[in-house]
């Protein structure tokens, strides 16, 4: 039987386990990235486990995140990436020199390899045909240390391509459709893999602003095959070396195949607050915009920019509006200034913002109170922007531009200028400010530098065999991380400062959470289905279990966060019964007993001592995940000699 382009990539890497849908597989990494906001943690725990030297073939540390240095806490945070990435062998990418997917993708991405990263938008990378995942920064440590990444065999959609996009009608649109027909849970468990005669015309900066947004399906990754223009653009790279052809076989087998011509599409955007509240743009015309964001790590890259200065030139954004521009890479930000585009950028009267996540995580241009933000990003979930009642509509970078100018959101269909597709025929390579390692020997001199915002890294007592705890919180369905610990300007630089990000902890939810959490000494938090969707930012679990959390009990879970928990060492429990979880109160108290035999037979059984009721709670985990679980976490776990 022919192979996927996955399976190909699995089998050539798989260490344990079969590629049976469901069950466990661990898979050699070759590469691995961290940015800042995920990586101090990250490094942290690499360092606790006493391996001199990563030994992956590539590992490189961004700062792309926290980069508004307020205070000291960013920029010893900063000093401390810069000199452990030293310490250990890994690429150091400078503050200002982009966002971690673009450059990684400009710069060192290859297909047919495989790479984990501390960040949700890993599978950026498949746009380039390599299999790219989005993991915890503890994964990760342990990727680095030459650990395989677990993860269970999913299952696999083909999305086949037909047709070609009409002008002003972009990737980002494919992206939203795939959403509005798929939903923010859609993706669960499932690995897309793009194919069809459409492919080909895609260049790879729109492919991975697809598999960019297979993310906020909830999928284990997206990919793309590698063929003439993954080729053309790691030439234009000046790396042609890294190319390799890859592709489905004829007879690959699918789980499910979804159509889409491209020429049928047309612009889009989804609405507040969940990338997959999806309508066309035009049924919001006449919406009045007080902001419009581009960049982020889905629309940021130079065919992105080219487009908008090409909307911008000789215009002049409309005095209600305020444009922000961030170019997601240095690379991008030098060829718009030695083009004379950014020019056109500026004369328009946009604000340029660093190369770097910038808004996307509320850090800075924060939308004004219940203000009409349109930007260009993957996500707009509630609050995120760092404005609670802001209302953010996701977009293409082409709607985004002739909005700013309109001042209401405005479909480009119709706009008379010729499409900005094609790809230059090479790239200003300058890496300047990328820093290599020193040698093994040189390396050992290196003295790591720690600020005193790095607190000790929490830690959890092994698992008992009975539970005995209060529900501090109950939520609903599709909680997103950024509702367990949210992010923004005024947080982010705590990021390695546990104790004191604990006191943000389901702010949006329920501002008394952290206090009562912390006051019950052990708790359970119940949630609805998708619980964890978005990032995967390991804290959404550490600071739960700082405040006592021990088990959360779901209808279902997002991928990363359900594996962020076991590693923080919290039990991640399903309802047999859905309608369970809606009976169950805040403030019940709730005995799970035989801990150990029921995570071995799959199955656990709950007795809510304040109602007298009892129900089932289902738990598929691996052995491994036992013992992980069972050890109180992963960094207990691999300290005890696990693997
Ligand atoms: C995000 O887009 O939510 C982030 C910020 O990049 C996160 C990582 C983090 O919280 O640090 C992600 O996507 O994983
Ligand atoms: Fe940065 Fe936004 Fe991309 Fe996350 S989604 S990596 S915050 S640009």
Redesign the pocket.
């Known amino acids: 039987m022919g192979k996927t382009i996955a399976e190909k990539i699995i089998q050539a890497h798989l260490v344990a386990g079969e590629m049976t849908v469901g069950s466990e597989i661990a898979l050699r990494i070759d590469q691995t990235l961290t940015?800042d906001?995920?990586g101090t943690m990250a490094y942290l725990e690499f360092e606790s486990m006493g391996i001199p030297r990563v030994k992956t073939e590539l590992s490189v540390a961004y700062v792309d995140?926290n980069t508004l240095q307020c205070g000291f806490e960013n920029a010893d945070d900063h000093r401390y990436l810069q000199t452990v990435a030293a310490k250990y062998g890994v690429q150091f990418s400078r503050p200002g020199n982009g966002i971690c997917h673009q450059v990684h993708l400009e710069r060192f991405g290859k297909p047919g390899k495989t790479l984990i990263g501390s960040?949700?938008?890993t599978p950026t990378a498949g746009g380039l045909g390599m299999l790219a995942f989005?993991a915890g920064g503890m994964d990760v440590a342990v990727a680095m240390g030459g650990g395989a990444y677990y993860i269970t065999m999913p299952r696999q959609y083909r999305v086949n391509l037909t047709g070609e996009l009409r002008p002003h009608v972009t990737a980002k649109d494919v992206s939203l459709e795939l959403l509005r027909r798929l939903s923010v849970k859609g993706g669960v468990g499932v690995l897309v893999e793009w194919g069809g005669p459409g492919v080909k015309t895609l260049s790879v900066p729109e492919r991975a602003t697809i598999t960019n947004m297979g993310a906020e399906l909830g999928a284990t990754t997206s990919i793309f095959p590698s063929d003439e223009n993954t080729q053309a653009f790691l030439a234009a790279q000046g790396r042609v070396q890294d190319y390799t052809p890859l592709a489905a076989d004829d007879d690959a087998q699918y789980d499910r195949v979804i159509e889409i011509d491209l020429s049928k599409l047309e612009p889009l955007v989804a609405c507040p607050h969940s990338p997959d509240n999806v309508v066309p743009v035009g049924s919001l015309k006449g919406v009045k915009v007080d902001q419009v964001c581009i960049g982020s790590c889905t629309n940021s890259s130079l065919q992105d920019m080219k487009k908008v200065a090409a909307i911008l030139r000789g215009k002049t954004v409309a005095p209600h509006v305020s444009l922000s521009i961030s170019p997601g890479s240095r690379q991008v930000l030098n060829m718009l200034a030695e083009s004379g585009e950014l020019n056109d950028i500026l004369l328009s009267g946009a604000r340029l913002l660093e190369c770097a996540?910038g808004p996307?995580?509320g850090m800075g241009f924060s939308p004004p109170s219940g203000g009409v933000s349109l930007r260009t990003f993957n996500?707009n979930f509630h609050g995120r922007s760092g404005t609670r009642d802001g209302q953010v509509y996701l977009v293409s970078p082409e709607t985004a531009a002739l909005s700013a100018i309109t001042g209401y959101i405005t479909d480009p269909q119709g706009l008379e200028l010729p499409p900005q597709r094609t790809m230059p025929a090479y790239f200003h390579v300058d890496d300047s400010a990328l820093l290599p390692p020193p040698d093994e020997a040189e390396a050992r001199d290196v003295e790591v530098l720690r600020g005193p915002n790095i607190k000790e890294f929490p830690t959890c007592a092994p698992l008992g065999d009975t539970l005995t705890a209060e529900v501090v919180l109950t939520v609903g369905d599709n909680i997103t991380t950024?509702h367990i610990m949210p992010?923004g300007a005024k947080i982010l630089p705590y990021r390695s400062n546990i104790p004191y990000l604990s006191r943000f902890c389901f702010e949006v939810c329920d501002p008394t959470f952290p206090e009562r959490a912390a006051a019950a000494g052990t708790g359970i938090i119940v949630g609805g289905e998708n619980y964890g969707q978005?990032?995967?930012?390991e804290h959404a679990a550490l600071v739960p279990m700082y405040l006592g959390v021990r088990c959360v009990l779901a209808k279902s879970f997002a991928r990363i966060h359900a594996a962020n928990l076991i590693n923080a060492g919290i039990l991640p429990l399903t309802f047999a019964d859905a309608a369970d979880g809606d009976a169950v109160k805040q403030g019940s108290r709730l005995t799970i007993n035989n801990i150990a035999e029921g995570l071995a037979k799959g199955s656990l059984t709950v007795t809510d001592e304040t109602s007298g009721r009892q129900f089932t709670v289902c738990c598929d985990f691996t052995e491994r995940q036992q013992r992980i679980l069972a050890c109180g976490g992963l960094l207990n776990y691999t300290k005890e000699g696990g693997v």
């Open positions: 940015q906001a995920t995140h960040d949700s938008h989005g996540c996307c995580i996500r950024d992010a978005g990032s995967s930012r």
